[in-house]
T-cell receptor, first 115, second 112 residues
Framework: AQSVTQPDIHITVSEGASLELRCNYS??????LFWYVQSPGQGLQLLLK??????LVQGIKGFEAEFKRSQSSFNLRKPSVHWSDAAEYFC?????????????FGTGTRLQVTL | DVKVTQSSRYLVKRTGEKVFLECVQD?????MFWYRQDPGLGLRLIYF???????EKGDIPEGYSVSREKKERFSLILESASTNQTSMYLC???????????FGPGTRLTVL
C-alpha cells in the first residue's frame, strides 16, 4: 500500500525567506503526486501536481516542487514566502484502482510566517 | 469555475442521532469522495463513488454509509452518531481516470 510522510509537523519562517516542505512517498509504481494547501476553516486547494515528464513542476502562488525518484521525494519550495502563505500543506500520492482514483495524504505541515 | 459545495459548515448533533452530510458538485465528475480530517492524522478516506449508485469503502468506513442517487450529489450518513465521529468532513470530486480532486469547504461536525 502506498504511504506519504511529511516529517515536519510545524515550520516557522520569516516573511521573505525561502521555504522547503518535505514529502516522501512509498509506492511501487510511478506515482501521481500532489501538493494541496488549506487555509484556516477552508477546504483544500491544489497547488501543483506531477504526473510525468519534467521533474520540476510549477504551481500557483509561486510554488514549485521537484520529483526525485531516487529519493522517493516530492519537496515543495518557494523562494520568498509571503505572510498570506501561512496555512497547512498536504502532500498526496494518487493510485488508480481500476474503478476510481484514490489519494493518500500525508499528515500535513503547518506553516507559520513571522513578520 | 469548478465548484463543490457542502450543505453545512457547522453541525452539532446528539449521540445516537442519524446524521446526513450532503455534497454537490457542478463539474459532471464521475468520482466523488468523503474524507474526515483530524489533527495529526491528515485526511482519511471514508468512502468513494465512481458512478451513480456505485460505491467503495475507503480506509475507515466503519460507522458510515453513503448514497449516490444522482451524479452530482454524494451523501455521507452516520447511522447512529458517536462522539468519536466529531471531526471535519471534506467532500471532493474528480474526473474519471484523473487523480486531481477538487474539495468542498468542509463540514465541522460536533457530536455531543
Amino acid at each position: 500500500a502506498q504511504s506519504v510522510t511529511q516529517p515536519d509537523i510545524h515550520i516557522t519562517v520569516s516573511e521573505g525567506a525561502s521555504l522547503e516542505l518535505r514529502c516522501n512517498y512509498s509506492y511501487g509504481a510511478t506515482p501521481y503526486l500532489f501538493w494541496y494547501v488549506q487555509s484556516p476553516g477552508q477546504g483544500l486547494q491544489l497547488l501543483l501536481k506531477y504526473f510525468s515528464g519534467d521533474t520540476l513542476v510549477q504551481g500557483i502562488k509561486g510554488f514549485e516542487a521537484e520529483f526525485k525518484r531516487s529519493q522517493s521525494s516530492f519537496n515543495l519550495r518557494k523562494p520568498s514566502v509571503h505572510w498570506s502563505d501561512a496555512a497547512e500543506y498536504f502532500c498526496a500520492v494518487g493510485l488508480n484502482t481500476g474503478t476510481a482514483s484514490k489519494l493518500t495524504f500525508g499528515t500535513g505541515t503547518r506553516l507559520q510566517v513571522t513578520l | 469555475d469548478v465548484k463543490v459545495t457542502q450543505s453545512s459548515r457547522y453541525l452539532v448533533k446528539r449521540t445516537g442521532e442519524k446524521v446526513f452530510l450532503e455534497c454537490v458538485q457542478d463539474m459532471d465528475h464521475e468520482n466523488m469522495f468523503w474524507y474526515r480530517q483530524d489533527p495529526g492524522l491528515g485526511l482519511r478516506l471514508i468512502y468513494f463513488s465512481y458512478d451513480v449508485k456505485m460505491k467503495e469503502k475507503g480506509d475507515i468506513p466503519e460507522g458510515y454509509s453513503v448514497s449516490r442517487e444522482k451524479k452530482e450529489r454524494f451523501s455521507l450518513i452516520l447511522e447512529s452518531a458517536s462522539t468519536n465521529q466529531t471531526s471535519m468532513y471534506l467532500c471532493a470530486s474528480s474526473l474519471r481516470f484523473y487523480n486531481e480532486q477538487f474539495f468542498g469547504p468542509g463540514t465541522r461536525l460536533t457530536v455531543l
